[in-house]
């Protein structure tokens, strides 16, 4: 389909002889916008290409004509008419457009598109709209004839919109100047608006979504309305519903409207706002107080669009729809917000005499849950109250009663913290802590080091739970049960001042797993617009391929890894960011940047930032301003100006003459050194002298003049003093209990495991010094080993001689169990910053660990497939490979499940890295290779020692095989794996392999009563080949695994060719080759053959279990006084199973870990 696109943008810039650059901006832009997973340097190309070749139009449109619907051909249309347009329509382009219309089968339409389109007047636009024609129209002008009324545009010009889906097209009329995409529209001229894009008109800007807001409110499925109250402080703050201390209510739609509840001590446009009074207002204008401060209705409009909408439900209408996508609705339902990408169309029937409804799912791509149940079936009742769940942090509050159904998104909108006091050990963290942050504000949260900065932030983002004290999200107390914090902890977003950014990933890698993790509901193509916008606002677009890099890997400036570092959660959808030191180790100006960044958080967020002591212009920044002493003692709360003045008063009370104050550039008081300082100030003797003390730390440092119990206690009187004063008391909002975040779908699951597993494996593959590790440690320690054991007791080294062989098999399970803890041992120790940041965004444990384990089992797979090749090489090991290898990596697995265990649990890296002796040492010495259990200490058997501590007499009890394995190494898993290992290579090497099947099938045949001539056949040459099995003589290696070959067809087809097996022979002189000299090793032979041996003893009453037994005997009573019983299995099915076992108990306590690590609070 791409290809066919690109051709037709490109056949029409060729129709009149000229390639025109407004076309190809036009034409790239439309298919990067429809085509976001596009190459945008691909598309360039393919474009370049299709403008050199002349194109044939009307055969592309025949084959576009059954593979496009109508709304996409309607919708290219558009795209191609606004390509081709000029201020004067060229008859030649014109006529190419009917053409291709016609040939695209909507040649009707074509003409409707173009009729609205060149429609001069506004008002014939907007009446051809309501006419039924397929483009909606909104005409933005200064005057009462436009839809919206817009100041700053002149008399009689107008900007047209045109909209088709998410398609909005601008047309100026007139000589206003109108820029968007950089570019001015000309008279009469079109451009195509795309998503996060703006119009500038005038002094006025408008972006995307804000003309498809008036679009919605023309269509009147879009409204939203707010509040304007005021606290007992006289302080106004916004409220979704009424209040009693509401003054104001504001409604916006095509224009604003104001309504005063009561005598409020304000104006708009000069007019007062009394009580009943009712205005017209423009989103230019502003509320004036009577003290001099200010409200934009500008800002207010932003308030609401976040806040979400509410929707008055007509007593004469039963029925309506719900989506999130305008073209599904008919005037007067309900439009959410979201995504039109997204599949989203409900519909709601209202009972008004029951105050109830019904909900009907018509289309969803995502669960919908009404509470906390989820909806099964596509209709469930609705009462009154009941919240429907429709997206993470967004549902619809059914309020039958009141006759509204409102939209609920960023739910909250009040942070309270109430006498939040914490203690390690015997020393205070915080004491008291109690203040209160309003949507949309931005505090500084500052103090000396020590002052409880970051413990505050911690128990706010629910990582800590205080000693004593709430905390409240919306009334709702965040620690008050785990239920809670469950709910609203993902509404809130620690950055903690460690950067928590994968240093080998790339920028925009960060920002695409991060938005992955956060936002795995997102398509693809949502996500990656998202986070495009979010490089361009951190500034990053240009190093948007650059590695991240740390401290010790140096790519990106400081000030970019940390915009970088709070990009992350930007581009997630909490409520509550909490910055903890974000500009720490940043020039002036960098650390100007960031917190500007942080600041166009706070227009619709909660924020809360740590700094230390922050400048004079970054002060300014802040709305509030948090002063923290020693021992988390709260030393003032208010704004900035408020913490200025009050430390002023101080200085003339205290009559503090030592203290300079610096006035700011304005010359008021504002440099915040100045609070430290009075913060601060020395105790001072009789001369003068600053007087020392000696703190907990055995250090002098200069004594205070007053202590932080001082400023706590004059705070708490000062506001105390504020709270007499109010004319009102200050009241708590009523609890709002968020709704559960609706369940994932195996999409979204997939999507952040997808983003884990990533994550995991690119930050290990770019890791140089672990890809060199992995290609060199492996055959470095196999040369080593094998050639070190590469010894025979004849004089040249032959594999069936090799006498250390079993050695060479236990130091390969050593080695791959060594491999496994080294590579792993660290690895949730260098993940806990990240997991403790990404904790409230409900990543998946399991998703983590899983994603961990296959991308570390990839890398040692690679280790242990070098390993046995090299060691293979060296010691002559032929046909085994597979089963080797097995053997190794299935212990590797087991290590590498260990050292995750190891460092889910660990304090710090050297701590785990002094773990690996204690797991690897007790393994090597009780896994039955370098102490065999008939040489060792016979104590070691636990029930042997247990009865002889406690019987302490000689027993007659006929004592078990001294090849038996004591109880304690079954906790060792190089116990099984080495037994396995021997087992295979003593049992299944190819000549053991092919012995048992002549064996078997021979049995198998001999029992029968009576054969057919095939199987006689089969028979006889199965008898024929055993012979040459044992006595094959070849002149190479490659002649012996032919005659082996050739050996085991016979077990198929019964024809044994004498003569093909004579040729293999060796010349006289020559050297010879034999099935068992290549293949069967003789020591371990004997392990095997002994422990057989011991087993099958008819002397012993029952078959002893041993070690390298092919089999285990257990004997039981079930149920008790029931006759014995015995169950045999396989010891190789016994050594797996329990390998197996290691591996899935080892998961299951790597998960326990990380989750106890994640939920310690």
Not at 714 to 738: M, S
């Amino acid at each position: 389909m791409l290809p066919l696109l690109i051709k037709v943008f490109a056949g029409f810039s060729q129709i009149d002889g000229q390639i025109d650059e407004r076309e190809i901006d036009v034409a790239l832009g439309s298919l990067r916008h429809d085509f976001p997973e596009a190459i945008y340097s691909e598309l360039r190309e393919l474009y370049r290409q299709a403008l050199r070749q002349p194109q044939d139009l009307n055969g592309i449109a025949r084959s576009l004509e059954s593979r496009l619907g109508i709304e996409d051909k309607i919708l290219l249309g558009v795209q191609l008419y606004a390509m081709v347009s000029r201020s004067e329509l060229d008859r030649k382009n014109l006529t190419a457009f009917y053409q291709f219309m016609s040939n695209l089968g909507v040649a009707d339409e074509a003409m409707d598109i173009v009729y609205q389109l060149n429609a001069s007047e506004p008002g014939a636009i907007s009446g051809a709209a309501a006419h039924g024609h397929h483009l909606e129209t909104l005409v933005i002008r200064w005057g009462t004839q436009g839809d919206v009324v817009l100041p700053g545009l002149e008399p009689g010009h107008a900007i047209i919109g045109f909209r088709l889906g998410d398609l909005i097209l601008l047309k100026n009329i007139g000589t206003l100047q109108v820029i968007t995409r950089g570019r001015t529209i000309q008279p009469n001229g079109f451009v195509r608006l795309f998503d996060s894009q703006q119009v500038v008109l005038g002094e006025m800007v408008l972006d995307y979504r804000d003309l498809s807001f008036y679009f919605n409110a023309k269509k009147q499925v879009a409204s939203l309305r707010l509040f304007l109250s005021f606290d007992g402080a006289g302080d106004a703050y916004v409220e979704k519903q009424r209040s009693r201390q509401t003054y104001l209510e504001v409604r916006f739609g095509l224009g604003v409207g104001i309504t005063a509840f009561r005598d409020t001590p304000a104006t708009i446009n000069g007019l007062r706002l009394a009580e009943g009074t009712t205005v017209d207002a423009s989103l230019r204008d502003r509320i004036e107080f009577d003290d001099r401060t200010e409200i934009a209705l500008l800002d207010l409009w932003r308030r609401a669009k976040v806040l979400g909408g509410r929707f008055d439900l007509n007593p004469a209408r039963s029925e309506y729809l719900v989506s999130n996508n305008p073209s599904d609705l008919q005037e007067g339902d309900i439009l959410v917000s979201g995504s039109e990408d997204r599949q989203l169309l409900l519909r709601i029937r209202c009972d008004h005499e029951n105050r109830t409804g019904q909900l009907e799912v018509i289309r969803c791509d995502r669960p919908v849950l009404i509470g906390d149940v989820p909806i099964r079936g596509s209709r469930v009742m609705l009462r009154d109250g009941d919240a429907i769940t429709i997206g993470e942090g967004q549902f619809l509050r059914c309020h039958f009663t009141e006759g509204i159904i409102e939209e609920e998104r960023n739910l909250v909108s009040r942070l309270q913290v109430r006498e939040v006091a914490h203690r390690y050990g015997h020393d205070p963290a915080l004491d008291g802590v109690s203040f209160t942050v309003e949507r949309g504000e931005m505090v500084c949260i500052m103090g000396p080091s020590g002052s409880g900065k970051s413990t505050l932030l911690r128990a706010l983002a629910g990582h800590l739970k205080p000693s004593r004290g709430q905390i409240f999200l919306n009334g709702v107390s965040l620690y008050g049960s785990v239920w809670n914090r469950q709910r609203l902890m993902p509404y809130v977003s620690f950055i903690p001042h460690e950067e928590a950014v994968e240093p080998l990933l790339t920028v925009e890698e960060n920002l695409q797993l991060a938005a992955s993790i956060r936002a795995p509901y997102l398509r693809s193509a949502d996500r990656q617009r998202r986070v495009d916008a979010k490089l361009a606002e951190l500034g990053l677009s240009e190093v948007r391929h650059q590695r991240a890099g740390d401290s010790e890997i140096r790519v990106l400036s400081s000030g970019q890894r940390k915009r970088l570092n709070a990009g992350l959660d930007m581009i997630g959808i909490s409520d509550v960011y909490l910055f903890d030191e974000p500009t720490s180790g940043l020039s002036s100006k960098d650390s100007e940047h960031v917190l500007e960044l942080i600041r166009g958080l706070a227009h619709n967020k909660i924020v809360l930032v740590s700094i230390h002591q922050p400048s004079a212009r970054l002060f300014q920044l802040f709305q509030k301003a948090l002063l923290l002493d020693h021992g988390g003692k709260v030393a003032f709360f208010g704004t900035p100006r408020q913490m200025l003045e009050y430390f002023r008063r101080i200085q003339r009370e205290e009559q503090m003459t030592d203290t300079p104050v610096p006035r700011s550039e304005d010359g008021g008081w504002g440099q915040p050194e100045f609070i430290f300082d009075i913060l601060e100030t020395p105790l001072r003797d009789l001369n003068g002298e600053v007087i020392y003390e000696e703190d907990k730390r055995g250090q002098l440092s200069p004594s205070r003049r007053f202590s932080p119990a001082f400023w706590q206690d004059r705070f708490q009187t000062h506001r105390l003093l504020e709270e007499v004063h109010r004319d009102e008391p200050e009241t708590d909002p009523q609890p709002v209990t968020p709704p559960p975040f609706p369940g994932r779908t195996w999409r979204d699951e997939w999507v952040q495991f997808e983003a884990l597993l990533r994550r995991s494996f690119l930050g290990r593959l770019r890791n140089r010094s672990n890809l060199t590790t992995t290609l060199l440690e492996a055959p470095a320690l196999a040369l080593l080993v094998s050639f070190v054991l590469r010894y025979a007791e004849d004089a040249t080294y032959q594999f069936h001689s090799a006498f250390h062989l079993p050695t060479y098999f236990f130091l390969t399970l050593v080695i791959g169990m060594f491999l496994g803890l080294t590579n792993s041992v660290d690895e949730v120790l260098r993940d806990r910053t990240l997991l403790q940041r990404e904790r409230n965004h409900r990543v998946r444990v399991g998703h983590y660990v899983i994603a961990k384990i296959l991308t570390l089992g990839l890398f040692a797979l690679v280790q242990c497939v070098i390993h046995t090749l090299v060691g293979s090489w060296v010691l002559g090991i032929r046909g085994m490979f597979l089963f080797n290898l097995g053997w190794m990596y299935v212990t590797t697995i087991q290590g590498v499940i260990t050292g995750l265990m190891i460092s889910s649990v660990v304090p710090n890296p050297k701590t785990a890295l002094n773990c690996i002796p204690l797991i690897l040492i007790p393994q090597i010495i009780l896994g039955g290779a370098l102490i065999k259990y008939e040489e060792m200490n016979r104590d070691v058997k636990v029930e042997e020692a247990f009865r002889r501590i406690v019987d302490r007499k000689p027993t007659d009890q006929t004592p078990d095989s001294r090849l038996s394995v004591p109880a304690v190494c079954a906790l060792m898993p190089l116990r099984w794996s080495y037994e396995g290992m021997i087992l295979c290579a003593a049992r299944y090497n190819p000549v053991s392999r092919l012995q048992t099947s002549f064996d078997q099938n021979a049995r198998v045949l001999a029992s029968q009563p009576q054969l057919s001539p095939e199987e006689a056949q089969r028979l006889r040459a199965i008898k024929d080949a055993r012979p040459y099995l044992q006595g094959l003589e070849a002149k190479s290696p490659q002649a012996v695994e032919l005659g082996l070959n050739h050996l085991r067809a016979t077990l198929q087809n019964g024809v044994l060719d004498r003569n093909l097996l004579k040729s293999l022979a060796p010349l006289p002189g020559f050297p010879v080759f034999r099935p068992h000299d290549l293949y069967v090793n003789q020591k371990i032979q004997d392990l095997y053959t002994r422990a057989e041996m011991e087993r099958l003893d008819y002397r012993s009453g029952t078959a002893p279990n041993v070690f390298f037994g092919a089999q285990r005997t257990y004997r039981f009573t079930w149920p008790p006084g029931a006759p014995s019983r015995q169950l045999v299995i396989s010891t190789l099915a016994l050594d797996l199973s329990m390998l197996g076992f290691f591996a899935v108990a080892g998961t299951i306590l790597v998960y326990l870990g990380v989750s106890a690590m994640l939920r310690r609070v």
